[in-house]
C-alpha cells in the first residue's frame, strides 16, 4: 500500500489553532486544526500540542496517520495505522535522521508590514519572510490575538512575532500553503503523544519504501 501523502505533511509537522478576536488567549495545551493540500486533495489535520510535545493527525484514504515530535525537535516519529489492511506502523526517526529533515529547512529573516485582515476569525498582521538560502520571500499572515507554546509554531517561525494562520510549509524541497480554522484548549485523548505497543516499529527508510519513495 502506498502512502503518497507523507513527504508533505513530514514538511508541515516539521517544518515544524475558535474564539473572540477582541482578547488574547494564552493556551498552555490544546489543539490546532488547519487545513492544506496534499497531492492535490484538500486535508484537515488536527495538531495536538503542549509545552513538551505535538502530535499531528490526519487521515489518507483508509489511513490513519499521525507525527509525533517532542519540544526540542530530538525525536521525531510517523505512525500509520490501516486497520482494513490490519497495518500498524511506527516509523522511528534516528537522531541523525532529524537533523537532516531539520537542517534542510529554510531560514528566514522577517520584515512586518502594515498589511492587515481577519482570516478565520483572528485578526492578522502581514509579515514578509525572506529565506537567506535562495532570497525567495513569502507572505505570512500572524496574530497576537492568542499565545501558545513553542512547540506549536512551524519551526522556521519562531521568531517571525507571532502565531502564523496562514503560510506555506515547507519540507526535502515541497513546500504546501496552511490556513488554520480554528485554535481550542481542547485535551489530547489518552495515549495521543505515545506510541502504542502494537505498532510494529520500522526505520524511515522503511517508510520510503511504504510510501512509494522518498
Not at 503518497?4 to 489553532?17: D, E, M, Q, R
Not at 520584515?111 to 492578522?124: M, R, V, W, Y
Amino acid at each position: 500500500m502506498k502512502f503518497k501523502f507523507l513527504s508533505v505533511a513530514l514538511g508541515i509537522f516539521l517544518s515544524a489553532t475558535v474564539m473572540s478576536a477582541s482578547a488574547q488567549k494564552a493556551y498552555t495545551e490544546g489543539v490546532v486544526t488547519y487545513k492544506t493540500s496534499m497531492r492535490g486533495q484538500n486535508v484537515e489535520v488536527k495538531e495536538y500540542f503542549r509545552p513538551d510535545s505535538t502530535a499531528a493527525t490526519f487521515s489518507a484514504g483508509p489511513a490513519t496517520i499521525k507525527l509525533l515530535s517532542d519540544a526540542n525537535h530530538k525525536s521525531f516519529a510517523v505512525l500509520i495505522d490501516v486497520p482494513v489492511a490490519s497495518i500498524k506502523k511506527a516509523a522511528i526517526y534516528t537522531p541523525d535522521e532529524v537533523d537532516q529533515a531539520i537542517g534542510s529547512m529554510p531560514t528566514f529573516t522577517f520584515a512586518p508590514g502594515t498589511d492587515i485582515k481577519q482570516i478565520s476569525g483572528f485578526n492578522c498582521k502581514k509579515v514578509v519572510a525572506t529565506d537567506a538560502k535562495d532570497k525567495k520571500t513569502y507572505d505570512i499572515w500572524v496574530t497576537n490575538d492568542i499565545t501558545v507554546p513553542p512547540t506549536a509554531v512551524p519551526l522556521y517561525y519562531k521568531a517571525i512575532g507571532g502565531f502564523p494562520v496562514q503560510y506555506t510549509a515547507f519540507q526535502q524541497g515541497q513546500s504546501t500553503e496552511i490556513t488554520v480554522s480554528s485554535v481550542t484548549d481542547q485535551k489530547a485523548p489518552a495515549g495521543t503523544f505515545a506510541i502504542a505497543p502494537d505498532f510494529d516499529k520500522i526505520s524511515k527508510d522503511d517508510l520510503a519504501a511504504m510510501s512509494g519513495g522518498r
